[in-house]
Nanobody, 119 residues
Framework: QVQLVESGGGLVQAGGSLRLSCAAS????????MNWYRQAPGKQRELVAT???????DYAESVKGRFTISRDNAKNTVYLQMNSLKPEDTAVYYC?????????????WGQGTQVTVSS
């Protein structure tokens, strides 16, 4: 079973930057679709960014042009570079892996990392 560990969250002023990392265990990381989600207090968890096993990316409209998702398969790690941060980006950020086996779709979540953007 894959395990995911996020890091890189913290407190930053509006307009600043942070880079989140999500390290995965296992030997088939390259096959995973990786996502970053976020959940603000009192709100539903929302999808922020996706990167496929082939490196295709997609973003929520609210972060397009500011956030960049990337992956390093040699390090079993996915990143979320967040620039021009806004107070509304404040949330707990989670990474998720998705693996399509022959018989099932397997989703694994990390524990989350807090991002707080002050105005």
């Amino acid at each position: 079973q894959v395990q995911l560990v996020e890091s890189g969250g913290g407190l930053v002023q509006a307009g600043g930057s942070l880079r989140l990392s999500c390290a995965a265990s296992g030997s088939i990381f390259r096959l995973y679709v990786m996502n970053w989600y976020r959940q603000a207090p009192g709100k539903q968890r929302e999808l922020v960014a996706t990167i496929t096993s082939r490196g295709s990316t997609d973003y929520a409209e609210s972060v397009k042009g500011r956030f960049t998702i990337s992956r390093d398969n040699a390090k079993n790690t996915v990143y979320l570079q967040m620039n021009s941060l806004k107070p509304e980006d404040t949330a707990v950020y989670y990474c998720k892996s998705r693996y399509y086996s022959d018989y099932d779709t397997i989703d694994v979540w990390g524990q989350g990392t807090q991002v707080t953007v002050s105005s």
